[in-house]
């Protein structure tokens, strides 16, 4: 199979979805690869290098797709609404596409797809299961994310993180409130703790518990009912109006007592949580940070605004949407791998792809198939009838 790489066109997209040891693994196995020349510049992989790996460098777009039978991206159409429009056009009927695509956030993307007939994979949808945590790029970059954003946090604060006995005197220590103990706020944990500040969690799903006093935090205990807190996947669910309202009451103090506060609850598809009010931050000390790794839905403070810093009463609120750009050169490499991963998974030993409806990666990540939106979440969020169901396989003698 010929595999096309183009350069990623989302602004300030830094990534790569093939690394040049990828592109080795993948001609081991039989396969060609197409880059666009300067793909893997921004993340620290030059040309040179894929061409080294017997990849094939073009100058232009419109070859990658031509001459491709799979396109890997990062963002892909419906992740990259404005710019990945383009790519529409080059894409050709039978083409497969494995990349983000941000299809519940944006289905109609999704449907688009489909009238193009490509067999489109989201990344995003890869399950939450055991025998899939190898291809969970939403994990990958998220521990990227949750690394990051403590650092922008120290860089941002006017005091140092951990404590220190000086000739001029005791330094305290910062404290950390990390909002979320998803993949981003256990990495942020860990990051803050590695730093020397003294870190604090919280998050609606009381199984978390273990894992945030394994990293040598305190978990913040409410004395509300959150049974209902997690989804099969082991995502956030949304909760309650009433439930809502006595979290951010329990939490005006323990904002109150943060110098650094690091939310990161994200439901798929849906709204952010507003959980850091803007009496909240009124309350904070001045000098304090918030950095929202959830601003690109809305934001888990009610002052965030995405993709910049905004002061409100003396604290420092930023909404960074796409961290995992800023540290490209790992990012891409995770992604990559993650990928490659996925890509082994739906082809044969010949290298051709290779459905199976009944496994539950591929039932789960493909979207597009056919000329038709094949995922049931997605033709739910649609208003689309149900596809009637595939055929039973026969059975062999």
């Known amino acids: 199979m010929k595999i096309g790489v183009p350069k990623e066109t989302f602004p300030g997209e830094r990534r790569v979805a093939l690394i040049p040891d990828s592109a080795t693994a993948l001609a081991k196995a039989g396969h060609e690869m197409v880059i666009e020349a300067g793909a893997g510049n921004a993340a620290g992989y030059p040309d040179e290098a894929y061409a080294e790996r017997g990849a094939t460098v073009v100058p232009d777009r419109a070859t990658v797709f031509s001459a491709t039978d799979a396109i890997f991206q990062v963002r892909g159409f419906g992740a990259n609404q404005a710019a990945g429009r383009a790519d529409l056009e080059l894409m050709r009927s039978g083409q497969i596409v494995l990349a983000m695509m941000d299809p519940l956030g944006e289905p109609g993307a999704i449907q688009e797809l489909a009238a193009k007939n490509v067999i489109a994979f989201a990344l995003e949808m890869i399950p939450r299961i055991t025998r899939a945590q190898s291809m969970d790029v939403l994990s990958s970059m998220a521990t990227v994310a949750g690394y990051k954003a403590v650092l922008l946090a120290a860089d941002m604060a006017p005091r ?52 945030i006093e394994s990293l040598g935090a305190k978990f913040v205990e409410m004395d509300l009912e959150t049974g209902g807190a997690e989804d099969k996947g082991g995502y956030a669910k949304e909760m309650g109006e009433d439930f809502i309202r006595k979290q951010r009451e329990f939490m005006a103090g323990v904002c109150a ?7 990161t609850a994200a439901i798929p598809g849906r709204q952010s949580p507003v959980i850091v009010t803007g009496e909240m931050v009124k309350g904070m000390m001045p000098g304090s940070i918030i950095v929202d790794l959830a601003a690109e839905r809305g934001g888990n403070c009610e002052l965030t605004k995405a993709d910049e810093t905004v002061v409100a009463h003396g604290v420092t609120i930023t909404g960074p949407t796409n961290l995992a750009s800023t540290i490209p050169f790992h990012a891409s490499q995770m992604y990559a791998r993650n990928l490659l991963t996925l890509f082994k998974e739906l082809t044969d030993k010949e290298g051709a792809l290779a459905l199976d409806m009944e496994n539950q990666v591929h039932c789960d990540t493909i979207v597009a198939r056919d000329g038709d939106v094949v995922n049931a979440r997605i033709r739910e969020i649609l208003k689309l009838p149900p596809l009637a169901p595939e055929p039973a396989k026969a059975e062999e003698n």
Do not use: C
């Open 160 to 211: 140092m993180f951990p404590m220190f006995m000086t000739a001029a005197g005791t330094i305290k220590p910062a404290h950390v409130l990390v909002v979320g103990a998803g993949v981003a706020g256990l990495q942020a944990i860990a990051t803050a703790k590695r730093l020397g500040a003294i870190v604090s969690a919280y998050d609606v799903r009381p199984a978390v518990k273990e894992q």
């Open 257 to 263: 007592d943060s110098h650094i506060i690091i939310t």
